[in-house]
């Protein structure tokens, strides 16, 4: 029994953990200080001792004897001890299922507590990483090319905050429920943009983190199962993600969508991402951004060759898009999609109407984009001074490196 298999059990069975000990403590630094206690016993016992038949549960138990330790020596919290004591059983608990009741609203709750308005974007995607993903401090680190300090900082503040407004409460309803939703969505896809494009740094993209989005999307899918937007969240990760093998050359280089060597996309996603998009769609209603967003994922998905793609379409879904999102970067996407359906002057039209749109003011796309149509109309001198601003703009070296060979491809 080896540190990295206790390791691995701790990744499957730590968000359920923790977010069974919010719902029992309501408190978000306490629960993660009992779960990290746990797993210390768990790295001392299991290297001799084996692991336990329901890892998931050995760990509640300890948790759980842990808490009732704490409050034992409080004794102001004899309330709290004696509701533990109740619940608590015998040492050994059989199955996770009863170590762990609501286990689904326990992690439902856990990601709205996460998602907190109270917190800021950087926050609610450092704390959904540590708590509902399980990465280290260290990890998070690595994935966001900072410090260890700094993301310790940050998830020290970001409890101090919840500790503030009393954020693990009840699962929020109504509207609130609505809106509160829509921020874990939102986190999760930040998470996974992150990883599919990274923003900075000298790798094009950061697979692990695209999967524990996915990981973390699949998860909410199976505790919101009637909500069509996160089904649209799962189709639009996994057709994306499909695509992760024929993205970069063998020596790293990225390989852009028209380029790409199709077979080398991954049709087990492709399939799985359609058929929770056909799922959207039969659960009714207007589609919403993420559903949107899906459809124009699998019309690529489904084109067996560049030339094969509906632009067409694509362009109708990204105008349903943009008025549904009201975002520029959508329509400097529709501005794309229509150069490819009606030529790139109507394209460029489009982006030019885009010029003072404040979302788009020092976006590297916008000049690489319309460099892009600059040389389709042959307007070569143009394009280079467009794509030496966009050099300028980008902080991610993979796409700097492309921005300047093209750069050179013109002179």
């Not at 990295?4 to 719902?23: D, G, H, M, Q, Y």
């Not at 001792?49 to 890892?55: D, K, S």
Request: proline share 4%.
């Amino acid at each position: 029994m080896t540190v990295v298999a206790v390791e691995t059990v701790w990744r499957l069975e730590s968000t359920r953990l923790i977010a069974a000990l919010v719902r029992i403590t309501r408190d978000v630094g306490l629960a993660e200080d009992l779960a990290q206690d746990a797993l210390v016993a768990a790295l001392a016992q299991w290297p001799q001792e084996g692991v336990p038949a329901n890892p998931g549960a050995w760990l509640m138990a300890v948790a759980k004897r842990r808490a009732i330790d704490g409050f034992r020596r409080r004794e102001r919290q004899d309330q709290a001890y004696a509701d533990l004591a109740e619940r608590r059983g015998g040492d050994v608990v059989d199955d996770i299922a009863s170590a762990v009741d609501h286990v689904e609203d326990d992690v439902l709750r856990l990601m709205f507590i996460c998602c907190h308005p109270a917190l800021g974007s950087d926050a609610q995607v450092t704390l959904t990483l540590r708590l509902l993903a399980g990465l280290t401090v260290e990890e998070i680190a690595r994935s966001f090319l900072t410090s260890a300090p700094t993301i310790s900082a940050r998830i020290t503040r970001a409890k101090k905050t919840l500790a503030q407004v009393s954020a693990p409460a009840d699962e929020p309803s109504g509207d609130e429920r609505v809106e509160r939703l829509a921020d874990v969505m939102r986190v999760i896809y930040l998470l996974f943009n992150e990883g599919y494009s990274a923003t900075s740094g000298d790798d094009w993209m950061r697979p692990e983190l695209c999967a524990e989005a996915i990981r973390l999307g699949r998860i909410l899918s199976t505790l919101v199962p009637s909500d069509p937007e996160v089904r649209g969240l799962i189709a639009l990760m996994e057709l994306q993600h499909s695509r992760a093998a024929a993205r970069t050359s063998n020596d790293g280089a990225p390989i852009l969508l028209l380029d790409q060597d199709r077979s080398r996309w991954d049709g087990q996603l492709i399939r799985r991402g359609i058929a929770a998009l056909a799922q959207a769609d039969a659960l009714g209603g207007a589609p919403g951004p993420y559903v949107l967003q899906a459809e124009i994922a699998a019309c690529h998905a489904r084109a067996r060759r560049a030339e094969q793609t509906d632009w067409g379409r694509i362009a109708s879904l990204y105008a349903s898009l943009a008025a549904t999102t009201g975002s520029g970067i959508v329509e400097l996407n529709r501005a794309v999609a229509l150069s490819k359906a009606e030529g790139p002057a109507v394209g460029l039209a489009l982006l030019d109407q885009l010029a003072d749109v404040p979302e788009l003011a020092g976006y590297h796309l916008v000049p690489a984009v319309r460099a892009d149509l600059l040389i389709q109309l042959g307007r070569n001198d143009e394009a280079r001074g467009e794509l030496l601003r966009a050099v300028t703009l980008t902080k991610n070296g993979q796409e700097r490196a492309i921005l300047q060979a093209r750069i050179a491809e013109l002179s």
